[in-house]
Each structure stands twice: as structure tokens, then as C-alpha cells.
């Protein structure tokens, strides 16, 4: 037994002679080792960590946004975790992390014009998550015309998922340097227009009342609060029909649907106009024909007698 645990301490003794020097430290496999599992270890925590703010959140979380917080807290939290870690394995290793900066900057002046849209996303999603003008749930519509719910804020991207389940991978710099239209930021509703139109002579109140009839009849818009309560306004006068618009305040879950929202109420509008027989029109056009003199000639029976006789005459020679 003796001579076993001799044999292991002179093994692991020469596997700890075994690596390269930097400088004036000497970096042997045993250090190699420690860094991988403290490397392995350090990822490992910072996920945990994050995960758990994120469901510690998410569990307490309600209407004013409790969960975005938590996501962004716990998505900084594990970046700080990191470069801690980071700080500390490189210390054990025994490098001076103050020699390790100058190197850093030094190597960084070098490599930085081909990863500065790297560092620039990189520090714009630090800042969406430290002020929060954009969180996870938020439905955007990108000036690139991207639009979409916001899924996740990553290090270097953010996944916005379209109504078409089709998941978008959006630079950060995009939300930062580019104009965002954010259609959850703060309230939890929102007022839409929806045009439509009838014929020239229609009753207009009748066209108000079958709109905001149209209105009720979709759960989500809101019709019990009097200062957003839906109306039909008069818009315009087109070429075949009354321009009408309804206007309407919906919730939250409307809002980030818009497309099917719009043919609801499209729907709903085109039964209400049938059940008050009010007419949606068709293009027309007037057709106006000036007076005139039109000349029509007429041959005789004589004519087209010689007519078919010259025809056969070339036909037989």
C-alpha cells in the first residue's frame, strides 16, 4: 500500500513537471487541469445562476413586468459571473491579471477593427438589458421590417419569433442605432384602424352602427370604457366608395397579432354590413359616348355575287 501511494505522489509529482513556461511562470498540467475544471465549473454556475433568477421571477412574476426584469437580471448576473470566474482561474494558474490587461490591450488595438461589431453588439445588448427599453415578451416591429415577439436577448443577438413561428436572429446594434416601433413597451393596450368601405349613398350611421357592431363582437376589444370605446370614422372619398376607418382600443393579445386581428374584424364587419344590407362596392367606371356620324356600308346581293365569283376564278387558275 506504501509503495502505491509513493508511486502515485511520483506520478502525479511528474505530471505536475510536465507543461511551458510564460515568463517566469511555469504552467505545468496540473494547473492545465485546475483551469479546465474551474473553466467547466464557472460555466456551469453561471447558468445555474441564471436559470434560477430567471424562474425565481418568473414565478412571482405579474402585470407590471416582473419576469423582463428577472431575465435581465439574471442574464447580467451570469455575465458577471463569468469574467469572475475567468479573473480567478487565471490567478490560480498564478498569471498577474494586471500583466494580462496590458497584453489584453495590447493584442486588443490589434484584433479590434475585425470584432468591433462583436463589442458592438455585445455592449448594446448590455445596455438593452441594464435600461430596459426592450425585454423578453416585447412585440417590435424593426425598421429592417422585421416584427415579431422578442424571445431572447443574447449576448451578441436577439431572437425575435414572427406570429409564423419563424425565429429571427436580430443584431443588437440593430435596437440600439435603428428606429424600433415596440408596440408592448409600457401600456397594455393599443388603438388600431382598420379601413373599409361602402357605396356612394349609404346611410352613414347605418355604416357606424353595423362598424361598432362589428367591434363587440371580438373579444379583446375594449368597448366598456367610454374613453376608448370603438368609432367608425369618415376618411376619405374614393373613387368607387365612402372611406370609413374603425377605430378600436384592444388588449395586449390583439396587439401581438395584428395581422389576424385586422381579418377578424374584417370578418366581422362584412357580416354586419350583410345583415344591414349595406352595399360594399366594386370598382365601375361611366363610359361616356360622344354624338357622331357613323358610316356603315352594305353590299347588295349583286356585289357579293361577284365578289365569290372572283374568288373561285383565282381559285381554278
Not at 36 to 61: P, T
Given at each position: 500500500m506504501?509503495?502505491?501511494t509513493?508511486s ?6 511528474w ?21 479546465a475544471?474551474l473553466?467547466v ?5 453561471a447558468?445555474?445562476i441564471e ?10 412574476a405579474?402585470?407590471?413586468g ?10 447580467i448576473?451570469?455575465y458577471?459571473?463569468?469574467?469572475l ?8 494558474m498564478?498569471l498577474?491579471?494586471?500583466?494580462l490587461?496590458l497584453i489584453g490591450?495590447a493584442?486588443?488595438?490589434g484584433v479590434?477593427?475585425g470584432?468591433?461589431n ?6 448594446s445588448?448590455?445596455?438593452l438589458?441594464?435600461?430596459?427599453s426592450?425585454?423578453?415578451?416585447d412585440?417590435?416591429d424593426l425598421?429592417?421590417?422585421v416584427r415579431?415577439?422578442?424571445?431572447e436577448?443574447a449576448?451578441?443577438?436577439t431572437r425575435?419569433?414572427t406570429?409564423?413561428?419563424v425565429?429571427i436572429?436580430?443584431p443588437?446594434?440593430?435596437?440600439v442605432?435603428?428606429?424600433?416601433t ?9 388603438r388600431?384602424?382598420?379601413?373599409f368601405g361602402?357605396a356612394?349613398g349609404?346611410?352613414?350611421?347605418r355604416v357606424?352602427a ?9 373579444t ?10 370603438p ?6 372619398f374614393?373613387?368607387?366608395?365612402l372611406n370609413?376607418?374603425l377605430?378600436?382600443?384592444v388588449?395586449r393579445?390583439?396587439?401581438?397579432s395584428?395581422?389576424?386581428?385586422e381579418?377578424r374584424i ?10 344591414a344590407n349595406i352595399?360594399i362596392p ?16 352594305v353590299?347588295?346581293?349583286d356585289d357579293?355575287d361577284r365578289k365569290?365569283d372572283?374568288?373561285?376564278d383565282?381559285?381554278s387558275?
Amino acid at each position: 500500500m506504501d509503495e502505491l501511494t509513493q508511486s502515485l505522489e511520483s506520478a502525479w509529482t511528474w505530471v505536475g513537471s510536465l507543461g511551458f513556461s510564460f515568463g517566469n511562470v511555469h504552467v505545468g498540467l496540473r494547473r492545465i487541469v485546475l483551469l479546465a475544471l474551474l473553466v467547466v465549473v464557472v460555466v456551469l454556475l453561471a447558468r445555474w445562476i441564471e436559470r434560477a433568477v430567471q424562474k425565481l421571477g418568473k414565478r412571482f412574476a405579474d402585470g407590471d413586468g416582473a419576469y423582463p426584469a428577472a431575465y435581465a437580471f439574471g442574464r447580467i448576473l451570469k455575465y458577471v459571473v463569468l469574467i469572475l470566474g475567468g479573473m480567478f482561474a487565471l490567478d490560480t494558474m498564478g498569471l498577474d491579471v494586471s500583466k494580462l490587461a496590458l497584453i489584453g490591450g495590447a493584442i486588443g488595438v490589434g484584433v479590434g477593427f475585425g470584432l468591433q461589431n462583436i463589442v458592438s453588439n455585445f455592449v448594446s445588448g448590455i445596455i438593452l438589458l441594464t435600461e430596459r427599453s426592450l425585454k423578453v415578451g416585447d412585440f417590435v416591429d424593426l425598421q429592417s421590417g422585421v416584427r415579431g415577439k422578442v424571445v431572447e436577448i443574447a449576448m451578441r443577438f436577439t431572437r425575435v419569433s414572427t406570429n409564423d413561428l419563424v425565429d429571427i436572429l436580430v443584431p443588437n446594434s440593430e435596437f440600439v442605432n435603428g428606429r424600433v416601433t415596440n408596440w408592448t413597451f409600457d401600456e397594455f393596450s393599443r388603438r388600431i384602424h382598420v379601413p373599409f368601405g361602402v357605396a356612394y349613398g349609404t346611410d352613414k350611421e347605418r355604416v357606424k352602427a353595423a362598424g361598432i357592431a362589428a367591434a363587440k363582437r371580438i373579444t379583446g376589444i375594449i368597448v366598456d370604457d367610454p374613453r376608448r370605446a370603438p368609432d367608425v370614422w369618415l376618411v376619405g372619398f374614393g373613387d368607387s366608395a365612402l372611406n370609413f376607418e374603425l377605430v378600436a382600443w384592444v388588449t395586449r393579445a390583439l396587439v401581438t397579432s395584428p395581422g389576424r386581428t385586422e381579418a377578424r374584424i374584417l370578418w366581422a364587419i362584412d357580416d354586419e354590413m350583410r345583415a344591414a344590407n349595406i352595399e360594399i362596392p366594386f370598382p365601375q367606371r361611366d363610359l361616356h359616348v360622344r354624338s357622331g356620324a357613323l358610316r356603315v356600308h352594305v353590299d347588295s346581293p349583286d356585289d357579293s355575287d361577284r365578289k365569290r365569283d372572283r374568288v373561285t376564278d383565282s381559285a381554278s387558275s
